[in-house]
């Protein structure tokens, strides 16, 4: 059976950079939900006709299929109109724990889910051990600006948008601070999924 690891942190934080990490070093799976979630509205799908009927046509690209940037231009910074975005896209909750399910039967020795709402769910119902990836706001604005070539003032939309992870810390059991060189995360987390698996029944 896998070890099941949940992983969150907040936007440019390096999250995904430590799942990476977990997949080419440890022979993990992993599971974006943010990436999975674009599936539960593809063409064809109820969700993607909800999704237009909610937000107009405007939000379909070219392809055919939604525009996610063009729907997070409409949603960010719009608590009412995320709500809505989620209740057009369907039972989110319930197709990730069934994920979860699955994953405990997987034959990677490490399945790793990464979720932005890790633990506003009840995802760690099932997963082993969550891990937040913590930034100082400055890194990871800095990182945004030059990932997503955003302005400053869009770099801090977007993070005045997220939540601290100071409030999500006492449910983490760990936080990894990545506010050094990329090799120094690395170092963190070869440590620590050796110290978890090590301690794992």
Not at 121 to 143: H, K, Q, S, T
């Amino acid at each position: 059976m896998a070890y099941i690891l949940g992983v969150t942190g907040s936007i440019a934080s390096g999250k995904s950079l430590l799942c990476r990490r977990l997949v080419d070093a440890h022979g993990a799976r992993h599971i974006d939900a943010d990436r999975h979630v674009h599936t539960m509205y593809e063409p064809g799908k109820p969700a993607f006709d909800r999704i237009v009927a909610q937000f107009g046509e405007q939000v379909v690209g070219d392809d055919g299929y939604i525009d996610r940037k063009a729907l997070g231009d409409i949603v960010f910074g719009k608590p009412d109109l995320l709500a809505a975005l989620r209740t057009a896209i369907g039972d989110i909750e319930g197709e990730f724990i069934r994920l979860l399910k699955e994953l405990k039967y997987d034959p990677a020795p490490i399945a790793v889910f990464e979720a932005v709402r890790l633990f506003e769910g009840p995802y760690m119902e099932i997963c082993d051990a969550g891990w937040l990836v913590a930034a100082e706001d400055e890194r990871a604005i800095d990182r945004l600006m030059a990932r997503n070539g955003l302005t400053r003032e869009e770099a801090e939309q977007r993070m005045a948008s997220a939540i601290d992870w100071t409030q999500r810390a006492p449910k983490a059991d760990l936080v990894l601070h990545n506010n050094g060189t990329v090799d120094e995360l690395l170092a963190s987390v070869d440590q620590a999924i050796s110290q978890a698996l090590s301690a794992a029944p």
